[in-house]
């Protein structure tokens, strides 16, 4: 079984940064894409960011420039860097791994930006 155990979100002000990671155990297919969703209330989920295995990335336009997306496959581990962070980017932030076998989600983790 596959899990994503994702940390770092929290609350912070406006202008501020905060680093998000998301570790995959489990039985890992090594071609896959790990990337970053996120979810605001009463919205629905969208892309942040999403890296391949061979790390190729894609952004949202509303985060290109501000946000940081990288990867570790030797730890199975997914990162994200968050600069300049607005309180429009307040959202609980997801975790997802899809291979051409499975897809799986990690639990959320929620970031508050407060004006």
């Known amino acids: 079984q596959v899990q994503l155990v994702e940390s770092g979100g929290g609350l912070v002000q406006a202008g501020g940064s905060l680093r998000l990671s998301c570790v995959a155990s489990?039985?890992?297919?090594?071609?896959?894409?790990m990337g970053w969703y996120r979810q605001a209330p009463g919205e629905q989920r969208e892309l942040v960011a999403a890296?391949?295995?061979?790390?190729?990335?894609n952004y949202a336009d509303s985060v290109k420039g501000r946000f940081t997306g990288s990867r570790d496959n030797a730890k199975n581990t997914v990162y994200l860097q968050m600069n300049s962070l607005k309180p429009e980017d307040t959202a609980v932030y997801y975790c997802?791994?899809?291979?051409?076998?499975?897809?799986?989600w990690g639990q959320g983790t929620p970031v508050t930006v407060s004006s």
């Open positions: 890296i391949t295995s061979g790390e190729r990335i």
């Open positions: 997802n791994l899809r291979t051409p076998a499975y897809e799986v």
């Open positions: 489990g039985w890992i297919v090594k071609i896959n894409v």
